[in-house]
């Protein structure tokens, strides 16, 4: 049976009547009606036809193809300046450390007593034993020699009109010790914690936006110019609730510089390079960390420290000289004359001679130069089929990380306690900090080997096993422990508990920052901004569980921990829908993220018709009607692409 379909343009349809009713045109091959006058309307008025402007000639794709034609033009990472954008890309990445963990040194809670008074009003210089302050990981320090060993009271012994602090940071006075911080103002240090979380998290989300609109040079460059401003202010608060609110517009202002260094790094770079030189940054920025102690320990007060980290970025004053736009956003927004300019100057800055280009793509450039540019915001990606999904999974992904690396962290703190594995701040400090920085060291085999995708499926299923083995298989030793004759104690539940504990962290902070770099890679480039702003938020949103559940003294913490283990089976499945963006070209626009589409986990044999078939393969069956006419020299048992049916 011949397949009767008519297109909608061509000549087998039937063309559509005007708004008067008439058909333009005769139907089955009679000659088209002679040319008359306009037509007029019931008041004798000609009706004059209005031109309907041609659509826009798309923009040539050799300019949107920027790793294949634009980058080796410039010469990739080979060029000098190339390396020296990357390398100033590196630098900032020490002090944006310094300000992430600065928190640890500024709010951490310190041990405290009362001071006693005479019956004149003289202080003794003796500690009364009222009060003594247990940390947020467990440990409770001695006190001075000499003096009572501090007892824990309850709260009516909390009226106290001066404490003697001692504190584990380093420093000689926090903020806690500045305002009193104690006892009925504790509410206030978590306070404190949230704001520069919160500001980081609308940060990211607003300057994510901000950076697809106007550009990555201005939200840096702005960013660090408001960074000065509330940071050095945040040294001069007058008591906490200005300190608090500095602090939000600091993080804010950081989230700016963090995003915007983090895009221009990845845009920079060729395929095969982006991974390594984004974890480059990630190792600076974990130096940032270690070297912390050290400098709260020079520093000696809280105001000098929170100043000492913030005057660094007066350098960063330089890149409005010396660090030009992003060429590749720049070429995907077609603004096709700046983007000249900047070809120009990198040829210029890396003695090229322009008779290399191959591929014409500065003649090609002159021809669209005229070109209006096309800016998009992220909200395009809610139309999106392909797009949208694949943000959302990593977003989840990051939340996840980072959601349950508290948990797995203050579970290993509380039977450290126990077991009197460390019992000092700068024990638990370099702790945490070493399990990162082998979290990252173990990132670069596993992608390298296994992909952005394999890698991410592999750390959170060792995330999974660790949270789901810690709330399972922990009660069960427990239970056995009881018995007489089991033979346990609860020192090997905590042994456990530890071991779990560090795989879980080891595990979850690499899924938390390669769902980060997974969706920088995948987000075009006309929207990355906005895509990094979400994940990187989401990351924002994990953190901020820990002193959420430090404000409610850790109560709900094991339904907790047991919401994010069961996101972690959740995640399991959805990154198997992600596709692999190794050693691929980055999406421009966002036709081009909607290809990303997903492959197989595991490359098929060679002569096996895979399951999925990729775009190239898809068939076009569109064209069936124009061989309706000679079906029937076809025969019966023969189906339409040639094989014969049983």
């Not at 007892?151 to 106290?160: D, F, K, P, V």
């Not at 030009?324 to 900047?342: I, V």
């Amino acid at each position: 049976m011949a397949i009767d379909r008519r297109r909608e343009t061509g000549g087998g349809g039937r063309p559509l009547p005007e708004e008067n009713g008439s058909v333009p045109g005769a139907v089955g091959g009679d000659a088209a009606a002679p040319p008359g006058p306009p037509p007029a309307n019931a008041a004798g008025v000609e009706i004059q036809a209005v031109p309907v402007p041609p659509p826009a000639a798309a923009c040539s794709p050799l300019l949107l193809d920027y790793d294949g034609s634009v980058l080796p033009f410039l010469g990739g990472l080979g060029g000098r300046y190339q390396r020296t954008l990357v390398l100033l890309t590196w630098v900032p990445a020490l002090v944006i450390g310094f300000s992430k963990f600065s928190d640890s040194f500024l709010l951490d809670q310190p041990d405290f007593w009362c001071r006693e008074a005479d019956g004149q009003g003289n202080w003794s210089g003796t500690l009364a034993p009222i009060h003594a302050n247990h940390s947020g990981n467990g440990s409770i320090f001695p006190p001075p020699p000499g003096l009572p060993t501090p007892a824990t009271g309850n709260a009516s012994e909390c009226g106290c009109r001066e404490w003697h602090y001692r504190i584990r940071a380093g420093l000689v006075q926090n903020v806690v010790s500045k305002w009193d911080l104690v006892c009925d103002s504790a509410w206030k240090v978590h306070i404190a914690k949230f704001s520069l979380l919160v500001g980081l998290i609308f940060g990211h989300l607003i300057t994510g936006c901000i950076a697809d609109w106007v550009g990555r040079r201005p939200v840096l460059l702005f960013s660090v110019i408001f960074i000065l401003i509330f940071g050095l202010t945040v040294a001069l608060s007058v008591n906490v609730t200005m300190f608090s609110t500095l602090r939000f517009f600091e993080g804010f202002c950081l989230a700016g510089i963090v995003l915007s260094l983090y895009a221009l790094r990845i845009e920079l770079c060729p395929p095969g390079h982006r991974f390594m030189i984004t974890m480059v940054a990630s190792f600076i920025e974990m130096a940032g960390q270690f070297l912390m102690p050290g400098l709260a320990a020079l520093c000696r007060d809280w105001q000098v420290l929170q100043a000492v980290i913030i005057c660094p970025f007066l350098l960063m004053l330089l890149y409005w000289v010396i660090f030009p736009e992003s060429l590749r956003w720049l070429m995907a927004t077609q603004q096709f004359e700046a983007s000249k300019e900047l070809i120009l100057q990198f040829t210029h800055k890396n003695r090229m001679n322009t008779e290399s280009d191959i591929k014409g793509v500065v003649p090609e450039l002159e021809k669209e130069i005229t070109r209006r540019p096309k800016k998009v915001c992220i909200v395009k990606v809610v139309g999106t089929r392909n797009l949208w999904k694949n943000i959302v999974v990593l977003c989840v992904n990051s939340l996840t990380g980072y959601g349950i690396h508290h948990c797995f962290a203050k579970s290993m703190m509380g039977h450290e306690a126990k077991m009197a594995i460390t019992h000092n701040f700068y024990a638990d400090y370099y702790t945490m900090a070493g399990i990162a920085l082998a979290s990252c060291l173990a990132m670069c085999p596993v992608v390298g080997f296994l992909g952005r995708r394999g890698g991410l499926l592999l750390f959170m299923i060792l995330t999974a096993l660790a949270s789901l083995l810690q709330l399972g298989l922990l009660n069960l030793i427990g239970k056995y422990s009881q018995l007489p004759d089991s033979g346990m104690s609860d020192s090997v539940k905590d042994k456990f508990s530890v071991a779990f504990s560090i795989v879980g962290m080891f595990s979850s902070h690499a899924v938390g920052s390669l769902s980060v770099f997974f969706c920088a890679e995948i987000t075009p480039t006309v929207i990355r901004g906005g895509g990094l702003g979400l994940v990187l938020a989401s990351a924002g949103f994990g953190r901020l569980t820990a002193p959420i559940m430090e404000l409610h003294n850790q109560k709900g913490y094991f339904l907790h921990h047991v919401i994010f283990a069961c996101c972690t089976l959740i995640c399991i499945i959805c990154i198997l829908l992600l596709p692999e963006s190794k050693n691929q070209n980055l999406p421009e626009n966002i036709p081009d993220g909607e290809h990303y589409t997903r492959q197989p986990l595991l490359p098929h044999k060679k002569g096996e018709q895979p399951l999925l078939l990729t775009n190239s393969e898809l068939k076009d069956y569109s064209g069936l009607h124009d061989s309706a006419a000679v079906s029937d020299g076809i025969p019966e048992n023969t189906t339409a692409n040639g094989m014969k049916s049983m």
